[in-house]
């Protein structure tokens, strides 16, 4: 049953030239255009999350940290123990935007004082973030007729002139279950089409003839899906210049869940549907909602704190951050562990309801 399904939907994109261009043209296309638009953005006023350290024993820097703290624009993580590595790890594994490290004498004009700590592709928070860090400076500045220099660096994995702009890296992660999304939503409403046919009836032999129809439908839409985030993964590897060759099997695993994650819950919308305009509107609704607030068109940090607690409800947040942690941030299989198990957890739960539904829906 379960090849006979996959069979059928193969064959059905291999007979549309059209769709099967489009299917694996389409997605490097759109990373592209993403990548091209977002990686040049900056600007604006941001709720921005900061880390700050005060490491020096100056009564004057720590007062004017203790100021900070005390009237912040910004929302603020701080601890007395702090050192500049406890700022820089914050900051590589996303947990701040941008954080600073407060030594020497703030009120020393020759030499910098402040050091601001960033992730490459949260330019606009370090620039919003040296911006009222100025503000306040130049209020303690004409106190003590003194001129105090700020002074930035970047969270990067390589310092040489290739690196990568890192909102195309972010934007890998966001285009692909964008595109996934919308791709697996599109291959499972042929489920309706079926039904609606009475082909449904015909396939559903046996007590098992619904579950494993939605089985065999899942893996091709997985199937289909990592093709798409591969194609995604190589435009930006090949014409981008992103360091993709040497975490292949990474970087595959990543577009495996994703792809698998999108089918699962594209095979749970259109169990919930009853007709094929039905489905149209409820997924393109869904698509664009999580794709709002889950960064796909945006970065999350870009908007306030609960929007973006909101956001982690969705496929989009940890999409990205899959792709982010592997390619940005340098993070191992091990440290992504909590983030693949939270994403092939709800791969499974969206399947079993998909599954569950489906069986009464077919036996109504």
């Not at 099967?20 to 990548?35: C, H, K, S, W, Y």
């Not at 003839?209 to 899942?218: E, N």
């Not at 590897?237 to 999108?262: D, E, H, Q, R």
Request: hydrophobic letters at 50%.
């Amino acid at each position: 049953m379960i090849s006979a399904v996959f069979r059928i939907m193969w064959l059905r994109l291999w007979r549309d030239k059209g769709a099967l261009v489009l299917a694996f043209i389409l997605p490097g296309f759109i990373f592209a255009i993403f990548a091209a638009i977002f990686s040049s953005a900056s600007g604006g006023q941001l709720d921005i999350r900061v880390a700050m350290a005060v490491t020096s024993p100056v009564e004057a820097t720590q007062s004017f940290g203790k100021r900070i703290a005390e009237n912040a624009t910004f929302s603020l993580t701080t601890d007395a123990n702090w050192t500049e590595a406890d700022v820089r790890e914050r900051v590589r594994l996303g947990q701040d935007d941008v954080g600073f490290v407060m030594f020497g004498d703030i009120r020393d004009p020759n030499t910098p004082s402040i050091h601001i700590i960033k992730d490459p592709s949260r330019d606009i928070a370090a620039t919003i973030l040296m911006g009222q860090l100025r503000q306040k400076l130049a209020v303690l500045a004409q106190t003590t007729s003194t001129e105090i220099f700020v002074q930035s660096s970047a969270i990067q994995a390589n310092e040489d002139d290739t690196q990568t702009d890192p909102s195309v890296t972010y934007y890998i992660g966001a285009t692909a279950i964008l595109f996934l999304l919308f791709s697996a939503m599109q291959g499972a409403s042929i489920s309706l089409e079926e039904r609606k046919s009475g082909i449904s009836d015909r396939l559903l032999t046996g007590p098992k003839g619904a579950t494993l129809m939605t089985l065999g439908k899942f893996l091709f839409l997985t199937m289909i899906g990592t093709l798409q985030a591969v194609v995604i993964v190589a435009v930006a590897g090949f014409f981008f210049k992103v360091p993709v060759a040497g975490l292949a099997l990474p970087l595959l695993f990543a577009s495996l869940c994703a792809a698998a994650f999108a089918a699962s819950i594209a095979l749970l919308t259109v169990s919930l549907c009853t007709s094929l305009s039905q489905m149209n509107t409820v997924s393109t609704f869904l698509v664009l909602l999580f794709s709002a607030i889950g960064g796909s068109m945006v970065p999350r940090f870009m908007m306030p704190d609960w929007l973006q607690n909101i956001g982690r409800f969705t496929p989009n947040h940890w999409v990205i951050e899959s792709y982010y942690g592997i390619l940005a941030r340098g993070q191992s299989v091990s440290d992504l562990l909590s983030v693949w198990s939270i994403v092939i957890g709800a791969t499974c739960v969206c399947l079993f309801l998909a599954v569950f539904i489906s069986h009464k829906m077919m036996r109504v």
